[in-house]
């Protein structure tokens, strides 16, 4: 999902924090303000769209609001959820802006249904309630869903779902305005939490679980930092889990196959890439639990040095493939980064470790 505004301040890394004088957060700005990860059900992590900025413009969309925002230069923050695992609803949102005076806020909630459409493409479909606070459902950009909004003095707001229609909707859309209305009530520091490992949380998950830890860096090597991990529920060639680390100089990809999808994969095109080739270097390596072999192959031809490393890791219930080729066209990794190596790959298959 993208904002439809482009004439957006939009700051990722905070709205109105600390300064350089001063640590502590500011606890008037709307960022202290806003939702947590923690304050919706497991299954959830962060999506990409949430930040805080100033707003001025719809780019003419919208003349009314764009001549309000011109005026009242609100601060503005959008939370953006979304569902990993777990079931619906697919995504969740809280939208928040903080004006200067109750007069620009009530202009504003007047309007409520283009400012929150323009800065959050949250579409309010019907609504019913008060003067200063409505439930309302929405045909939604891909699914129905539901939400409330509201003005409290200042603050205009308004908390989405989308995924869940009907009466379950409004019941997991007033849970989140509950939330929401507390976190207005006890700002705090806005420390995003860790959402890497969400992915590999989800009970679904049918094999067991090797990775290298949130952080590892083996002697002679650069740091490795977890970057992301998913349950792919069938996205991808037939591997269960996708995990991603990356370092200064590159990164290691890891993909967990149940054993019996890896044999079937290896037959493939796609799945004998880089390693079959005649060419390709190979060796093996024991240890406890386990064997692996590490191959040094070719995108092209067979001159020089290798350039893609990777190997093929084996347990009784999983089989990790570290650096896979993701299509015809992937081979080959930087030869600047060092975990593209004989060395590398040793490391990381003797670093693996159940979670």
């Known amino acids: 999902m993208k904002l439809l505004a482009a004439a957006v301040l939009f700051l ?3 709205c109105g924090g600390s300064s350089a004088l001063d640590d502590e957060p500011d606890l008037a700005e709307p960022a202290a303000m806003m939702l947590r990860l923690g304050d919706l059900p497991a299954g959830f992590r962060y999506g990409d769209d949430r930040g805080c900025g100033d707003v001025w413009s719809t780019e003419g969309r919208e003349t009314e609001l764009d001549q309000l925002l011109v005026e009242a230069r609100p601060r503005w923050c959008l939370g953006d959820f979304a569902r990993e695992w ?11 802006f903080l004006f200067e005076s109750d007069e620009d ?18 579409l309010i479909t019907t609504e019913r309630g008060s003067e200063d606070a409505v439930v309302f459902d929405s045909n939604g950009l891909q699914q129905l869903g539901a939400g409330e909004a509201w003005r409290d003095g200042r603050l205009v707001v308004a908390v989405y779902e989308e995924g869940l229609s009907g009466e379950v909707g409004r019941e997991f859309a007033a849970d989140l305005a509950a939330k929401q209305r507390e976190r207005i009530e006890t700002p705090s520091d806005p420390v995003e939490e860790d959402d890497r490992e969400i992915g590999l949380e989800d009970p679904a998950i049918a094999i067991p679980v090797y990775w290298l830890g949130r952080e590892f860096e083996p002697a002679g090597l650069p740091k490795l930092e977890l970057d992301r991990a998913d349950h792919l529920r069938g996205e991808g060639p037939g591997n269960e889990v996708k995990i991603d680390y990356q370092s200064d100089s590159g990164g290691v990809n890891l993909d967990l196959w149940k054993p019996e999808a890896w044999r079937t994969f290896k037959t493939t095109r796609l799945g004998r890439m880089i390693w079959s080739s005649q060419c390709a270097r190979r060796s093996e390596l024991s240890f406890e639990g386990g064997r692996a072999e590490v191959y040094g192959g070719y995108s092209q031809g067979c001159d020089g040095e290798p350039d893609h490393w990777l190997a093929h890791v084996y347990y009784d219930e999983v089989v990790v493939a570290v650096n896979m080729a993701y299509c015809y066209a992937c081979g080959g990794r930087p030869s600047s980064d060092p975990y593209n190596s004989r060395e590398g790959m040793e490391a990381v298959v003797r ?3 159940r979670r």
Request: net charge positive; glycine share 14%.
């Open 105 to 122: 806020a009530k202009r504003a909630w007047e309007l409520r249904k283009h400012l929150f459409a323009s800065f959050g493409r949250i």
């Open 12 to 14: 990722l890394a905070g």
């Open 86 to 96: 777990g079931g619906p609803p697919r995504v969740a949102q809280t939208t928040l």
């Open 351 to 353: 670093g693996l470790r």
